[in-house]
T-cell receptor, first 109, second 113 residues
Framework: GQNIDQPTEMTATEGAIVQINCTYQTSGFNGLFWYQQHAGEAPTFLSYNVLDGLEEKGRFSSFLSRSKGYSYLLLKELQMKDSASYLCAGMDSNYQLIWGAGTKLIIKP | DGGITQSPKYLFRKEGQNVTLSCEQNLNHDAMYWYRQDPGQGLRLIYYSQIVNDFQKGDIAEGYSVSREKKESFPLTVTSAQKNPTAFYLC????????????FGPGTRLTVT
């Protein structure tokens, strides 16, 4: 079966660094997405990885290891506005997204 | 301003009634999607359409229907056959090409009592 696993909730301190992990099992693989979703709002795109390695985009970076079926999202210099849910999604061989349940990130002052 | 609109933001219905959720986009995207989001679960695909006048069932299509008569519009009808219709419904669109990034509307929270 297809499955995306990520932690339910994480807590971090303002100004610190946090890493949100995601493991995936998909039928075929065409990339791994991260989206940010504030409570009651639409998800917004953060990153797309299809090749192994780290991609940096400002304070956010995303890493992919296809051999391990593993990705992480790294958030640096945390700000209060980063409090949100972070959704991991794998794209299968039919180019359909398989979504994880999301990781709720709580930022404390 | 280009984007996706969903209306209304909140919708209340009595059990046994059909209800239609609106989704409009002016991004000129070919593909459109409907997802359902429940607490503690990932987004689940209801229906998708890659071109006008064509649509495909997703993983949880039972109790739902859609139409795609115009490129800009992809309304979702939640019928009385849907056993647990109360949920947050998200519409998304995707441009043609290699991007695969989906753009989401603000969502409609449907409550059926």
């Amino acid at each position: 079966g297809q499955n995306i696993d990520q932690p339910t909730e994480m807590t971090a301190t303002e100004g610190a660094i946090v890493q949100i992990n995601c493991t995936y099992q998909t039928s075929g693989f065409n990339g791994l997405f991260w989206y940010q979703q504030h409570a009651g709002e639409a998800p917004t795109f953060l990153s797309y990885n299809v090749l192994d390695g780290l991609e940096e985009k400002g304070r956010f970076s995303s890493f992919l290891s296809r051999s391990k079926g593993y990705s992480y999202l790294l958030l640096k210099e945390l700000q209060m506005k980063d409090s949100a849910s972070y959704l991991c999604a794998g794209m299968d061989s039919n180019y359909q997204l398989i979504w994880g349940a999301g990781t709720k990130l709580i930022i404390k002052p | 301003d280009g984007g996706i609109t969903q209306s209304p933001k909140y919708l209340f219905r009595k059990e046994g009634q059909n209800v239609t959720l609106s989704c409009e986009q002016n991004l000129n995207h070919d593909a459109m999607y409907w997802y359902r989001q429940d607490p503690g679960q990932g987004l689940r695909l209801i229906y998708y359409s890659q071109i006008v006048n064509d649509f495909q069932k997703g993983d949880i299509a039972e109790g739902y229907s859609v139409s795609r008569e115009k490129k800009e519009s992809f309304p979702l009808t939640v019928t009385s056959a849907q056993k647990n219709p109360t949920a947050f419904y998200l519409c998304a669109s995707e441009p043609t090409g290699d991007s695969y990034e989906q753009y989401f509307g603000p969502g409609t929270r449907l409550t059926v009592t």
